[in-house]
C-alpha cells in the first residue's frame, strides 16, 4: 500500500500558477502510474492528469495546455504545475496512482479567486 501526502495549494487569482506535490511512501512508487484528480464542492472527483512510470504523459480536455505533470521517481514525488488558472479550477486536488487507486489522501486545497 502506498501513502500519499498532497501538498501546494492555496489562494491564487486567475490568470495565475501553482505547482503540486504529491510525496508518495514505498519503493514501488516508481512503478505506477500516477494520476491527479481534483473534486469541486458538490462534484464527483474528476480526472485530471496521468504520467507512466517512463514519463509518458495524458490529460483531461479540461486542462491541456495549461497543466503538466512531472515525477522524480528518485524522490517519490509527482507533480502538477498548473498555470493559466481559471475559477473553475478551484477544487480540491488529489493524486493518486492509475487506475487502481490506493487510499486516497487528504489532497490540497486550490481556490482560483480575485
Known amino acids: 500500500q502506498v501513502q500519499l501526502v498532497e501538498s501546494g495549494g492555496g489562494l491564487v487569482q486567475p490568470g495565475g500558477s501553482l505547482r503540486l506535490s504529491c510525496a508518495a511512501s514505498?519503493?514501488?512508487?516508481?512503478?505506477?502510474?500516477m494520476g491527479w484528480y481534483r473534486q469541486a464542492p458538490g462534484k464527483q472527483r474528476e480526472y485530471l492528469a496521468r504520467?507512466?512510470?517512463?514519463?509518458?504523459?495524458n490529460y483531461a480536455d479540461s486542462v491541456k495546455g495549461r497543466f503538466t505533470v512531472t515525477r522524480d521517481n528518485a524522490k517519490n514525488t509527482v507533480y502538477l504545475q498548473m498555470t493559466s488558472l481559471k475559477p473553475e479550477d478551484t477544487a480540491v486536488y488529489y493524486c493518486?496512482?492509475?487506475?487502481?487507486?490506493?487510499?486516497w489522501g487528504q489532497g490540497t486545497q486550490v481556490t482560483v479567486s480575485s
Open positions: 493518486n496512482s492509475y487506475p487502481h487507486p490506493q487510499p
Open positions: 514505498g519503493s514501488i512508487f516508481r512503478i505506477f502510474t
Open positions: 504520467i507512466t512510470s517512463s514519463g509518458s504523459t
